[in-house]
């Protein structure tokens, strides 16, 4: 079974660094092949939003609020995918999501989210 698990989140002053990570398990083997991570987050009562996503090779895209301030990263033989957040401002409070299309042989492409989690930022 696919999961995905973030961790890292927490409570930070404005100005610091964070960096979440997200996990996938159940993936790997003969297959399954993990395509393109990616990361969304969602404040209180606004629309979930691209932070960033990359692919398997490494091609990288950020939205305009993050770019310039947050780095993402990847591992294909941990699958895991990381996103490193600097200057960080209270309008960046939101909960933080992985997702991550997945290739399944028997399935073809299929997305899946993790549970995301609460990054703070306080002024």
């Known amino acids: 079974q696919v999961q995905l698990v973030e961790s890292g989140g927490g409570l930070v002053q404005a100005g610091g660094s964070l960096r979440v990570t997200c996990v996938v398990s159940g993936a790997s083997g003969s297959g399954f092949s993990v395509a393109g991570m990616s990361w969304y987050r969602q404040a209180p009562g606004k629309r979930r939003e691209l932070v960033a996503t990359?692919?398997?090779?490494?091609?990288?895209n950020y939205g305009a609020a993050v770019r310039g301030r947050f780095t993402i990263s990847r591992d294909n033989d941990k699958n895991t995918v990381d996103v490193q957040m600097s200057s960080l401002k209270p309008e960046d409070t939101a909960v933080y999501y992985c997702?991550?299309?997945?290739?399944?042989?028997?399935?073809?492409?299929?997305?899946?989210w993790g549970q995301g989690t609460q990054v703070t930022v306080s002024s």
């Open positions: 997702s991550a299309d997945i290739y399944q042989s028997d399935v073809g492409y299929k997305s899946y």
């Open positions: 990359i692919s398997r090779l490494g091609g990288a």
